[in-house]
T-cell receptor
Framework: DAKTTQPTSMDCAEGRAANLPCNHS???????VYWYRQIHSQGPQYIIH???NNETNEMASLIITEDRKSSTLILPHATLRDTAVYYC???????????FGQGTRLTINP | NAGVTQTPKFQVLKTGQSMTLQCAQD?????MSWYRQDPGMGLRLIHY???????DQGEVPNGYNVSRSTTEDFPLRLLSAAPSQTSVYFC???????????????FGPGTRLTVL
């Protein structure tokens, strides 16, 4: 599975959009980009995933660049409850194992 | 559905003791796995199972045993606990092990283990 690079930490004001970047320059054609988050030592929570098209669900949007070498997770209206560590993970088709890196610690400030 | 459940929530062991961490899911998921998370670190895969009777090693399997006799349960056994196994342990499950399926993994609340 391709390696990912994320900023160690980010801050965002409550009510604003939080944009979390992720680089995955060695991603291959059949690998998906997944985002999970972990709130204060709870079990990780699935957010969204995508292959090459942009995706949106009730939690977030995922923007993947055309060359698929990077992506951005967007939380459109961040709340204090979105404070968490966010993990960007690249996972191959058919591969069930998730390889977690250090993630980005996102702090939402009032 | 209860989702993925783990017991106990907290456990303190002495070096050399053995114990079993329990994990169960009621979603009829084929795939189950165990991760450990050390302070300030990401999760690391210990063992996983793609179905009843089938298990395999992950990134850090030493010191741990698993078995999968039913679809619902995937216990993790520590045969002789060591202080290096002090960690938070998470169990996860997902629906399908089939190639080509991109699906999500659901995590349990974790077991916080301290080995003295």
């Amino acid at each position: 599975d391709a390696k990912t690079t994320q900023p160690t930490s980010m801050d965002c004001a409550e009510g604003r959009a939080a944009n979390l970047p992720c680089n995955h320059s060695t991603i291959s054609g059949n690998e998906y980009v997944y985002w999970y988050r972990q709130i204060h030592s709870q079990g990780p929570q699935y957010i969204i995933h995508g292959l090459k098209n942009n995706e949106t669900n009730e939690m977030a949007s995922l923007i993947i660049t055309e060359d698929r070498k990077s992506s951005t997770l967007i939380l459109p209206h961040a709340t204090l409850r979105d404070t968490a560590v966010y993990y960007c993970i690249v996972k191959g088709r058919g591969a069930q194992k998730l390889v977690f890196g250090q993630g980005t610690r996102l702090t939402i400030n009032p | 559905n209860a989702g993925v459940t783990q017991t106990p929530k907290f456990q303190v062991l002495k070096t050399g003791q053995s114990m079993t961490l329990q994990c169960a899911q009621d979603m009829n998921h084929e795939y189950m796995s165990w991760y450990r998370q050390d302070p300030g670190m990401g999760l690391r895969l210990i063992h996983y199972s793609v179905g009843a009777g089938i298990t395999d090693q992950g990134e850090v399997p030493n010191g741990y045993n698993v078995s999968r006799s039913t679809t619902e349960d995937f216990p993790l056994r520590l045969l002789s606990a060591a202080p290096s196994q002090t960690s938070v342990y998470f169990c996860a499950s997902s629906y399908s092990r089939l190639a080509g399926i991109a699906d999500t993994q659901y995590f349990g609340p974790g077991t916080r283990l301290t080995v003295l």
